[in-house]
């Protein structure tokens, strides 16, 4: 797949080692299968997966202080769910800072619109 979209492409394969070689080093970086597809697209979302882990989510809710960022009621760490303040179709990443809580009624309407 990567070879069909790139391979017309003259890359200066030095400079790529060195790039896929410091983002392996790169703790922060969750899906370091993506990091080769990050180096030729520079799209940031093959660095991250859609979903939001445990650690994230409770980054962000500790930020709201469980207060539902739609509704503003307080609820539950485990009654809310991590949704993007951008949009993932927009390009935006799963990172803590892209995340926001949203209790489980208000992301459902969220996600039915
Ligand atoms: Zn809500």
């Not at 997966?49 to 809710?61: M, P, V």
């Not at 307080?74 to 993932?88: A, Q, R, V």
């Amino acid at each position: 797949m990567l070879y069909d979209n790139y391979h017309e492409q003259i890359y200066d394969t030095a400079e790529l080692e060195q790039r896929i070689h410091d983002l392996m080093e790169d703790d922060e970086i969750m899906k370091k299968s993506g990091i080769y597809s990050y180096v030729l697209s520079g799209d940031l979302r093959d660095l991250s997966f859609r979903t939001f882990d445990k650690k994230q989510k409770r980054e962000a809710y500790e930020r709201q202080q469980g207060i539902c960022a739609h509704c503003g009621k307080h609820f539950e760490l485990e009654e809310m769910e991590g949704d993007h303040i951008t949009p993932w179709a927009e390009g935006g990443v799963t990172t803590a800072e892209n995340c926001q809580m949203l209790c489980k009624e208000c992301n459902r309407k969220k996600g039915a619109k």
